[in-house]
């Protein structure tokens, strides 16, 4: 018995002081980098207050929330906020249209993001590279209402320079924003040129991360600059590749409002391909007012993410382990 209690001395000692130790070296830590932790921390509020502080409004998902009583004073009516969206004719619909827009966007922004990294990664002029980065870079600060100012005047059906070009061509105008066939086509144009040029630079970023000593083994060995793309580069920042897909299928329920509602507004023509659960749950709270049925589709929205990034990244590491996220 006088051995066991020795030894557990003997072995809680260590483990306290490792604590200790652990504790010290962050707050060192934090000591030498005061300025870095001070540039997160506004981040670190901002996700405290409106992600962490915002949990316990999920119960109101299943009351029948009213702004004059709080969450503890209000009825409790199980899941029948839930039914106002899936009985709703138009649920399916609006399911259908989030997951189909954001795949495309996923799929085709991934695919040049990492095409433009590539082209770029094999530019010598310094200049020209520099023109190009901040050429793609500029979309990324433009708002969407800015964008669909643009592009109203290319499409529009009198003025639009789209229109004048096919007029000139012998051709008949086209009036796009009554052409919901389109429009699935004009969302990933306009998305495509909007964001592929900030995830360009982060698979730059990757791609310069690649050590020269490798590419330089496979040109001595005789390979041309296409196939060290793709038995070098393409592989090494596939990691970095599958993490961004990751992240991007954790909100592929979560349609991009603002994108979809400044470029086709109240516009109900166009509804059948393009409106989305965001913008179909704005218009009932509009029509509504009901905070408790935006709050069921909201948690509707966050589980079947969860579990979308869970089951990708499963598969991720079952795969390819280097690409997943945990």
Not at 122 to 148: D, G, H, T
Not at 246 to 270: C, Q
Request: aromatic share 18%; with cysteine.
């Amino acid at each position: 018995m006088q051995k066991s209690s020795s030894y557990l001395q003997f072995q809680n000692g260590p483990v306290s002081k490792k604590k200790k130790k652990r504790g010290n070296t962050f707050l060192r830590d934090v000591r030498k980098n005061i300025f870095s932790y001070l540039i997160a921390l506004p981040a670190l509020i901002y996700v405290f207050i409106y992600s962490y502080c915002s949990y316990p409004y999920m119960i109101i998902a299943f009351q029948e929330y009213s702004f004059r009583t709080n969450i503890f004073n209000s009825k409790w009516i199980g899941f029948k906020n839930f039914e106002f969206f899936f009985k709703s004719k138009y649920a399916y619909t609006v399911t259908f249209n989030t997951i189909y827009l954001n795949l495309l966007f996923i799929i085709t922004g991934t695919l040049v993001s990492v095409l433009l990294a590539l082209m770029l990664n094999e530019l010598r002029c310094r200049w020209f590279i520099k023109f190009a980065q901040s050429s793609m870079l500029f979309p990324n600060y433009i708002s969407w209402v800015v964008v669909s100012y643009i592009l109203f005047s290319f499409l529009s059906t009198e003025y639009g320079l789209i229109n004048k070009i096919l007029i000139a061509l012998g051709y008949e105008r086209i009036n796009w924003y009554l052409r919901a066939d389109l429009w699935r086509g004009i969302l990933v144009f306009a998305r495509i040129w909007k964001s592929s040029g900030i995830n360009a630079v982060i698979f730059l970023a990757a791609i310069a991360g690649i050590d020269d000593s490798q590419y330089e083994a496979a040109a001595i060995d005789g390979a041309t600059r296409l196939q060290q793309t793709m038995h070098i580069t393409i592989p090494l920042i596939m990691p970095t590749v599958l993490i961004m897909t990751l992240l991007a299928v954790g909100k592929v329920m979560y349609g991009d409002f603002g994108m979809i509602y400044a470029m086709i507004g109240d516009n109900g023509v166009l509804y059948r391909t393009t409106d989305i659960i965001d913008t179909y749950v704005f218009r009932a709270l509009r029509q509504i007012g009901d905070p408790s049925q935006a709050m069921a589709i909201g948690l509707f929205q966050s589980v079947v993410g969860f579990i979308m990034v869970y089951g990708s990244n499963k598969i991720t590491k079952r795969f390819f382990p280097e690409g997943a996220l945990f």
